[in-house]
């Protein structure tokens, strides 16, 4: 299975030359869009969301990862498998989260060029065909090298601000709920939030934080958007408040 | 083959989950995004819409249907067979109009919970792993317990209000073209618009109603927007003038 | 392998009811969603796009392409063969500039109507299963018409004019860059833009064009939209300025 993880855009024109390159050259391989709005321009943010969905990821799949701002300068391209699971994409610290919480990472960088690389699509010329090879179950050991470490790390710690917003208003944070007691109120913007189980435990409209289904902290309203009523952007500080 | 008719959001995060999990459970089978933006919060107009969808459906295919703004409270989990094609998702009336419309519906309520089983994504966790079996060819007898009648039903009668807007502006309504006399005019929101067979019938920029793709009354505008001309929403109330 | 090509909208319902007719009746054929928000109401500019999607398209692949504002009126339904890539749709002009780009481009009208052929969606209705019985390996000849030419056909020279806006604001040209000297500038809406060959090689926010990843003039901006900065439309013209 390869899974699609980019800031591409849901209805724009990219990941269907990226998928018409995978069918071509991985024509038995589900492909799987998991989000084509991935936080364009804020790699870290991209970083911790990947993470999350990562966890239910099966063995032995391969994602394309693709937050790009760098495409077209001398930013390396990265092979990962963390544990199993297999990461494709820039060497700009998207997949360094993932790969940090794994007990034991493997790195490459693609040290291949494909006959026809442009310098705005790495997604479609150079990813794809990588990620292609990988699902048909070989790593091609003469288009990569092995390297200790990427380039950019941005650890395995949880990361305090909003990472994704979704189309309902509920903000994503970077904290992973299982290391917050229940009992604390993420502060963000001046306000502070207190827990709630589900939705339909607080009174309409009102913002609490929950554990998502990534297993994240989320900031949600009941019946309403979070993102509105606390007027928060992706990128945003949240705080533990004890 | 599996269809998904969600309020998931086409460009959001959560389909690709899902269809993660189909893929997993039941490799086989063609998984089709039928509508990731059906009526959020309006079930019974996406209750209308699905059933007007649904006669196009093929015999034995599956579809997973969610709208759930009761995710996490105590709404029951269904399982529909209406005639041959399979339906599963929250019983909150959904599938109640599909069902109602069907010669010889048969329910059945979910009564598995699988190991994880988040607060918020039932239909990842729970709705999803029960599409996936019977999609294999079973359904899993020792899941569910038959029920004679959902415990919401909306019944099988046409439902006079807007149910559906289009990215053209069109206004979908749920009231079924073919029992509709052409002479009739629609009355909404003060206004009565005249049937015209074709979009090109129309002058320019007028209203208009006729019977679309589905079957169902839709309000249109040649070459414009009929929901920004008349100020439709879904759930706005039309009537039959005659 | 079947590519869409539609105006249907990402996130509307229509791309699904296609795939569905498509998945039925060739259920061994791979469906990519190339793209559905072509521009609408815009058939030459969609045309110039499809024409340089096309370059990537392998062999014996399926293209379905609507943009169809005529829907319902008299215009015919087109067949073509561009040198070994079949394309079926509206005979409005949309398939005419990758026709008659190709060596020898073979032309069929559509003389098959289905049983149920509603007015207002060809796409779903006659050219799905026309696809679908190309993409099985055989162009069904008791279907088709031969014709010499299509009734529309804006013929093979490039189109001086912004034909596509992507969601990070860059505005693809009909402009085919190979033949482009990277020293003119691109004049669009009085005024007049420099060459650079990558995003990272000019200041944050500047304006600039490049050839992109489909063979075209970009007009692009660092960092930011350039259609917002230029306030470019779709349809917008554009000057070689030597």
Redesign the interface.
Known sequence: ?I?LYTDF?????????V??VL??EA?DA?V??????AP??DVRAGAH?LAA?AL???QASTTLAVID?????ARAALVVNADGRWFVGPDNGLMSVVASRAAAPVYWHIAWRPERL????HG??LFAPMAAAIARGELPADRVLPVACPDVDFGSADLAAVI?L???GNAYTGLRAASVARTVRIAVRGQSIAYA????EVPAGQAFW????LGLVELAAN?GSAAAALDLRVGESVGIVT
């Open positions: 299975m899974f855009g849901a209805a724009d024109i990219y990941a269907g030359q998928k018409s069918h071509q024509p589900a799987v869009d998991l989000l084509h709005d364009a321009f969301l969905l239910r990821m099966p701002p760098g495409v077209g300068s442009t310098a705005s699509f479609r010329d994704y979704d189309h309902y189980r589900v939705f339909s929950y554990e998502n289904s019946g």
